[in-house]
T-cell receptor, first 111, second 111 residues
Framework: KQEVTQIPAALSVPEGENLVLNCSFT??????LQWFRQDPGKGLTSLLL?????REQTSGRLNASLDKSSGRSTLYIAASQPGDSATYLC??????????FGQGTELSVKP | DVKVTQSSRYLVKRTGEKVFLECVQD?????MFWYRQDPGLGLRLIYF???????EKGDIPEGYSVSREKKERFSLILESASTNQTSMYLC??????????FGPGTRLTVT
């Protein structure tokens, strides 16, 4: 059974710092991996999707990498801003599009 | 842009009531999903649908049913609401590139 783990559970950094969020999964037979952002009380916003054949994806200050063989993904956020404060979730997709989610990392960027 | 809407942001119902949560997407996607999100348990898949009138059980279907009469609309039904169904309910739609987009969520309280 696929399990997804995100470490750390919470992270607090000063504004301007570069940071890395980690995601690991137990079964490397995934179709893709998706990173989401969730603000308190809101739905999920898709940030990046990495197909299983890809190694990384970039969008603005965000860069996500995928290493299927080791069961790991990282989300790199450059020059963090207070507006980046949110919970970040990773999810892996199995056949049929079912997503298995990690518990998330709650990020706080302090001015 | 993909748009997924949910009928209510907040809902309060009494135990035993029949509850309908509706989700609409505007991109002609075939695949739609219902999740619930609870503190400490993360997001869990309740039901999903590959096409009109098709439905599949997710990981926690007990106490729920679904309806997909039209491609754009996927309804989650609580036949007899119970207090343990108090939760945040999130609907998602999947693109051809396998990316999932989420609605804003419905926070349901059953008293």
């Amino acid at each position: 059974k696929q399990e997804v783990t995100q470490i750390p559970a919470a992270l607090s950094v000063p504004e301007g710092e570069n940071l890395v969020l980690n995601c690991s999964f137990t079964d490397s037979a995934i179709y893709n991996l998706q990173w989401f952002r969730q603000d308190p009380g809101k739905g999920l916003t898709s940030l990046l999707l990495i197909q299983s054949s890809q190694r990384e994806q970039t969008s603005g200050r965000l860069n996500a990498s995928l290493d299927k063989s080791s069961g790991r993904s990282t989300l790199y956020i450059a020059a963090s801003q207070p507006g980046d404060s949110a919970t970040y979730l990773c999810a892996v997709s199995s056949q049929g599009g079912k997503l298995i989610f990690g518990q998330g990392t709650e990020l706080s960027v302090k001015p | 842009d993909v748009k997924v809407t949910q009928s209510s942001r907040y809902l309060v119902k009494r135990t035993g009531e029949k509850v309908f949560l509706e989700c609409v997407q505007d991109m002609d996607h075939e695949n739609m999903f219902w999740y619930r999100q609870d503190p400490g348990l993360g997001l869990r898949l309740i039901y999903f649908s590959y096409d009109v009138k098709m439905k599949e059980k997710g990981d926690i279907p007990e106490g729920y049913s679904v309806s997909r009469e039209k491609k754009e609309r996927f309804s989650l039904i609580l036949e007899s609401a119970s207090t343990n169904q108090t939760s945040m309910y999130l609907c998602a739609s999947r693109t051809l590139k396998d990316e999932q987009y989420f609605g804003p969520g419905t926070r349901l309280t059953v008293t």
